[in-house]
């Protein structure tokens, strides 16, 4: 199976990826509270080790990375939490 793309932005409030820089700077879709940031750093991102980066386990939507097949880590390492 495939590795998916990282994602370019996410939602400020709901932190929801997504896959296009054509997203940034609107307003979120899905909660209708947040706008799309940029994260397009390097290290913003890490692969999902529950799907290997594809998306999917065991032939359903992975739902440790909710289908997306990375992970968001830049908010993670300002907060301290682990990454």
């Known amino acids: 199976m495939q590795k998916k ?3 370019e932005a996410m939602c400020t409030f709901c932190k929801k ?3 296009g820089i054509d997203y940034i700077n ?3 879709g899905k909660c209708e509270k ?3 940031r940029s994260m397009l750093r390097p290290d913003d991102w ?3 080790n529950s799907c290997g980066g ?3 386990s065991n032939k359903k939507k992975c739902l440790t990375c909710d289908g997306w097949g990375w992970l968001n ?4 390492k300002i ?5």
Do not use: A, L, W, Y
């Not at 880590?73 to 993670?76: G, L, S, W, Y």
């Not at 907060?79 to 990454?83: A, C, F, H, L, Q």
């Open 5 to 7: 793309q990282k994602p």
């Open 73 to 76: 880590i830049r908010n993670k």
């Open 17 to 19: 990826p997504f896959g």
């Open 79 to 83: 907060s301290g939490d682990k990454v």
């Open 46 to 48: 890490t692969e999902c």
């Open 54 to 56: 594809t998306g999917t």
């Open 26 to 28: 609107h307003r979120c």
């Open 34 to 36: 947040g706008s799309i």
